[in-house]
């Protein structure tokens, strides 16, 4: 059973950063794309950034210059360092992956949990 499991969300003050983490477990034979979104309330997920296996990295406008994403792939893990953050950013962020569990398998997307990022003075 792959599962993705994130950590690092919290409250911080705007202008403030934030890490965020997200490692996959559970038997796989690859990850490919892995990435993040965030949804607000009243709104619908959006897409914050995501980065490929090759590490072609792709971010939302609204945090491009402040957001960055990375991964380690000997830890199965993704992560998103965030910088100059705005109250706009509070939401709840997704860790999200494209698995494929074996080989020959396509490649299934995942989701995590969610962490709560609040920011605010």
């Given amino acids: 059973q792959v599962q993705l499991v994130e950590s690092g ?30 949804q607000a309330p009243g709104k619908q997920r959006e897409l914050v950034a995501t980065i490929t296996r090759g590490g072609t990295t792709n971010y939302a406008a609204s945090v491009k210059g402040r957001f960055t994403v990375s991964r380690e792939d000997a830890k199965k893990t993704v992560y998103l360092q965030m910088g100059s953050l705005k ?12 698995i494929a569990r074996y080989i020959g398998d396509r490649s299934r997307e995942y989701w995590g949990q969610g962490t709560q990022v609040t920011v605010s003075s």
């Fill in 9 to 38: 969300g919290g409250l911080v003050e705007p202008g403030g950063s934030l890490r965020l983490s997200c490692a996959a477990s559970g038997s796989m034979f690859s990850i490919n794309t892995m990435g993040w979104y965030r």
């Fill in 87 to 98: 109250p706009e950013d509070t939401a709840v962020y997704y860790c999200n992956a494209w």
